[in-house]
Each structure stands twice: as C-alpha cells, then as structure tokens.
C-alpha cells in the first residue's frame, strides 16, 4: 500500500493465553494491543498503519484479516523464531499481564524508530501501545522529532504511581493524549490532578478508561470534562476492550470529529471487543454494524456529522 496511513500503531503482536476469573481458558489466540485498535479504528474507514514485531508463532490468520481490512503491515518485522507470548490472567480487581519466560523479553519485541516507515511520519496521529516505559520514553522523544505534526498519543505498560512519577514526566512531555485504564494506575491523589500535576504543557487529553463504569476524558486545554457509559450487548471476554476504545475514538479524533462523536465511536468499537474472546468480537464486526449500533445507541448525535465522519 502507497497511501500514509491516518493513524500509526506502534506496539506489540503478543501470541495471547487467556484465562478469565471463572477458570475458563483459550490458548494461543492471536493478540496484542495493535490488533484490537486496528481492528477497532478500521470499523470507521480510518487507514491504519502497524508498526511492530512478528515471531514465527504468530498466527497468520489474524496478519491475513487486518490485510482484509486494509490496515498496511509494512512496518512489521518479521522474526525467524517464536515472538512474544503472555498469559492474561484476569482476577476480581484487576487483570495482570505475565510474558512467558521462554520468549523474547518485552522490550526484545517492541519496536524501534528505525522500523517506522519514512513516509508514515506524516500520519496524522501516531500511537504507543503498551510496552515499556524506556521504550516508549524513547519512541515519543523520536516521533516527536521525525513527526512533529502528528498527534501522539500513548497507552502506559507500567504502572502510573506515586513512586514513578517523575519517571513518567519525560514521556508525557512528549504526547498529546493519554489513555489509562484502572489496571494502570495506583495513585494516592485523584488520577486527574496527579497527572496533570507531572505531564507537561502539550499534554491535552487525559482519557481514564474505567471499564464497565465508562470513564472520564478531561482536555485539558480546553477545560472540558466528558464522562462516558459503557454499552455492551453481551460480556464474554474484556480483552482488548480498552485498546478498541482508544482505536474507535482516534479514527473519530483524527477525521476532525468532535469529542462526543470520538467517545462514542470508542464505545461503540469496545462492545464488538467484549462479545467474544480474544479479537473474535473485533474480526466479526462491520463497518455497517458499526454504523447501525452508533445511530441505535447515540440518537442524539447530528446526523449529518456521524455521515461525515464514518463513511469508509
């Protein structure tokens, strides 16, 4: 594919073994944070880009459908060897992420600013995914140069703590949003008012996803407080929930979407996340089924600006 893509996603393609809190296991699933935004981004005619590391292990089928979709995989490499792999063990208060000791190592599998595409620096928005905070420090420091005008955005590996928040003041001098769920913070203050306190002047949406509660998004240099409910038909499996919403919403932000048309485009892609394990609920979902629970759920949104912003 020729076309830059709209929004880049640099991140990790993870072999996934997930066991929910009730016992119930599926194994070796296609995953990783780049997956479910993708998928979830594509829903809304929003051209993806991915920038990440493939192992030999990784299932091809998944390469294949985000292909399908039209999402560009020219910034993967591929690895002769098996790739990252984690166990996603859901407990009761949150959800805990342990990479198989057998593979490479997080940051073995997380990309560089060498595999990101030249031509891709003038997307208009560029992701990080969960990964490590060196890594990702060391990635918003290099879009931040190679791809000044694009809106950057991060989702946090490591934990958001008292005890590191002067590690995490670096990289969010460098982003423009901030996307964190409740697994990712452990903060003795408000999350807003620490967050704030350490990001930096260009930090501008602080979006805290609080899975079934919805969440809050705060711009902070438009003083604005959205709140968010979450909607969903059915619950089977949350994984990749909180990176389809973060998909859903930059495929509306960077089409010049409004906030309420973002978030809504968020939970809309998030419910498809749930219906399924894994990446199922995300590969079954249309751009049409998309459109047709958007109008259902959001009745009040103008008409004339939903056709605007997600007509593929």
């Known amino acids: 594919m020729n076309t830059t893509p709209d929004l880049v996603l640099m991140g990790n393609l993870l072999v996934d073994d997930i066991v929910l809190t009730d016992g119930r296991t599926l194994l070796g699933e296609p995953g990783g944070a780049v997956l479910h935004t993708a998928l979830a981004a594509s829903l809304w005619g929003c051209r ?36 990252g792999r984690a166990w996603l063990l859901h407990e ?35 992701h990080l995914a969960p990964m490590p905070l060196d890594r990702q420090l060391q990635l918003a420091r290099g879009v931040t140069i190679a791809a000044p005008a694009s809106f950057i955005s991060l989702d946090p590996f490591d934990l958001i703590c008292d005890e590191a928040a002067a590690r995490w003041q670096a990289p969010l001098a460098h982003v423009d949003a901030l996307f964190a769920g409740t697994d990712d913070l452990r903060l003795s203050q408000d ?26 998004l705060l711009d902070l240099h438009g003083d604005t407080n959205c709140r968010w409910e979450a ?68 009745p009040e949104l103008a008409p004339s600006s939903l056709e605007r912003q997600i007509t593929p």
């Open 48 to 83: 993806v880009g991915i920038v990440s590391i493939a192992g030999s292990d990784y299932p091809s089928f998944a390469l294949d459908e985000l292909s399908r979709r039209g999402v560009d995989l020219a910034g993967i490499r591929h690895l002769n060897r098996p790739g």
């Open 231 to 298: 909607r969903v038909n059915r619950v089977m499996d949350v994984t990749g929930a909180g990176d389809a919403f973060a998909g859903g919403f930059l495929a509306g932000w960077l089409a010049g979407a409004d906030l309420p048309v973002s978030l809504a485009q968020g939970v809309v892609a998030a419910s498809f996340a749930v219906e399924d394990w894994g990446s199922r609920g995300l590969g079954q979902a249309t751009p049409s089924r998309a459109r047709e629970r958007l109008r259902h759920w959001f």
């Open 191 to 216: 999350p807003a008012t620490a967050i704030t306190a350490i990001a930096g002047d260009r930090l501008r949406l602080l979006v805290l996803k609080q899975a079934e509660r919805g969440g809050s």
């Open 92 to 126: 009761p208060s949150a959800r805990r992420v342990i990479h198989h000791l057998d593979c490479p190592s997080h940051a073995d599998i997380s990309p560089l600013m060498t595999d990101l595409p030249v031509a891709w620096q003038s997307a208009r928005g560029i």
